[in-house]
């Protein structure tokens, strides 16, 4: 059974991943900020990160940096999902830095195919580049610029 | 001792007379008829002894002076006289004429008697071709310098009509001066005579200046330059100037020519051209500054339109988010034992939609603000009752964060006439700032007060507060102060909530310090004034 951490600071969006997670056979963690979605990773080690760009206070970013840093936590493969930021720059360092990204709102096929993905990349030992990058959406996604 | 010379014969006397060759000396009778002649007659007259003899001395004469009868005067004369000196033209024997100076002697006896007359005659031709070369030469001469003075005068009246002319002797005084220059400096030529050409210095030109121009015109050069000078009445006039030194036979000058030209009105055209030059330039500089901000401006609405933009884009794909993560779990729950389960899920889908909803209206009650769409409905209610409803309204955002409402009312007790819903918008906008914009756990302070016929209503909170330099700017459309970068929000709030202040005809103010808080403050009349407004009775409104 593996383990995903899920960090995420809308309660909705929170729940509902988890619910879906464990519906899927999953082991769930859950945080509300970066901080605390560091902590929980570098105490249970999961076998995947689901994150949120953008939340208070710690966000994805911080979250990063602080995984980046840490040999136990960098391996981690790690999923961003947004709704869009306000620095398309920064959401593309973040995306490089990351296994995979995923574009709010996303349907359950597509956020459990992503985890897959995610998990094989992590027993293949790969660094694959993120494949499912949806940037095709003209008006709001600032990537494009 | 006196020498005594015998006295020289007869034949002497006739030898020296007869041979002298420079003088005609002949006797003619005292009729006039030629008796004797000598060496000196042949070669002036060109006759010879023989030929002369026993001829009237009247042929020497020339037709005029025979008309005239001359010849008898002189004789008639020298009778009475004794002796008559006489210059005229004589005729030659080959006809040509000469000058001669003619002495007429009377000869008498010892008696007394005439005998006739001695006649010395000298050719003065020459002479007299040269004296009257020289009165040619002289008259000729009289008149080149007659012409030239005429010319000198000629350019010094031109020069004196046409240009401002004045000279000053070696040490700069005034010797001169011309009509022009008293018509230009408006002093009369008395008043500059003798004066110091620095009667008129205005004092715009530097010292360096002058000097330069003493040095040039002190070594003999010519000056050229544009001078301002100040006339009698202290009113300035501008010159194009020329000064010319005239030197002595020691290269040294002793007196300076100054001749000028008004320029005044040329200079005053170009000061005029430079002011407006510098005007426009003034102008230009302003207008390009102007712009630049202009663009300065454009071009941070534009960023915070982006921003905006990307900002909007969050807000909605949040809600869509946990609808579609909903639907998906909802799609799951199909079995009877799951109905709860389902029943979250599907409130939960309709509260996402309402909140979907709610931003919507955000953007559109914006737009209808802007185009002033917007009509206010007062009623009377009870303000007490209001602000109750509307913090348990509130209670389900507090407890998300775990928050608490300390409220407090000072307020009016009687009824209030306002737009109710209006009011209730701008009071939910501003305690969900304050809900969002606090850690959690924090406490919310509303006070109700009344003052006069205002209502005061606070709100404050122990959040991240407004920094500084975002104050000024926090009612601006899109605005969002730099620390709310991951908290999200339009930036349309308090936009709205301002324009929907003025409509209730109040005022929105803040106290802000960054880390501590802020506490906003909306003030309203009491009573808004009917007529501005739709009165509606309480029994059928639809809130």
Known sequence: ?145 | MIKEYPQIDQASYRLLVENVKDYAIFMIDPDGYIISWNKGAEQIKGYTESEIIGKHFSIFYTKEDFKNRHHEQNLKMAKELGKVEDEGWRVRKDGSVFWANVVFTALKDSRGKLIGFGKVTRDMTRRRKAEEEIKRLNSELRVQLQRSKSEVLDYRHAIDEASIVAITDQKGVIKYVNDNFCKISKYGKEELIGQDHRIINSGYHSKAFFRDLWETITTGKVWRGELKNKAKDGSFYWVDTTIIPFLDENEQPYQYLAIRSDITQRKLAEEQITRINEGLEKKIRERTLELTEALEREKELSELKSRFVSMASHEFRTPLSAILSSVGLVEHYIDPEHDEKRRKHIERIKSSVRNLTDILNNFLSLDKLEQGKVEVKSINFNLHEFMEDIIEEMDGMLQKKKQQIRYMYNGPPEEVLQDKKILRNVLLNLLSNAVKYSPEEKEIYITVDKKGEKVFISIRDEGIGIPLEAQKDMFSKFFRANNTINIQGTGLGLNIVKKYVELLEGDIYFLSKENEGSTFTVEFPARINADSSQVINPDISNI
């Open chain 1, 1 to 145: 059974m593996e383990k995903i951490l899920i960090i995420e600071d809308n309660a909705e969006i929170r729940e509902n991943t988890e619910e879906l997670l464990l519906l899927n056979n999953y082991t769930v963690l859950v945080a509300e900020n970066g901080r605390a979605g560091f902590e929980l990773a570098k105490s249970y080690q999961p076998d995947l990160i689901l994150c949120d760009m953008m939340m208070p206070e710690t966000d994805g970013s911080f979250f990063l940096k602080l995984a980046k840093e840490d040999d136990t936590v960098r391996n981690i493969p790690l999923i961003f999902f947004s709704a869009g930021s306000f620095c398309p720059e920064v959401q593309r360092n973040l995306i490089k830095g990351a296994n995979e990204y995923l574009q709010k709102p996303f349907t359950k096929e597509e956020l459990l195919i992503t985890i897959k993905k995610g998990l094989d990349t992590k027993n293949s030992n790969v660094n694959v580049t993120p494949s499912s990058v949806d940037l095709s959406n003209e008006n709001d996604n600032m990537l494009m610029k």
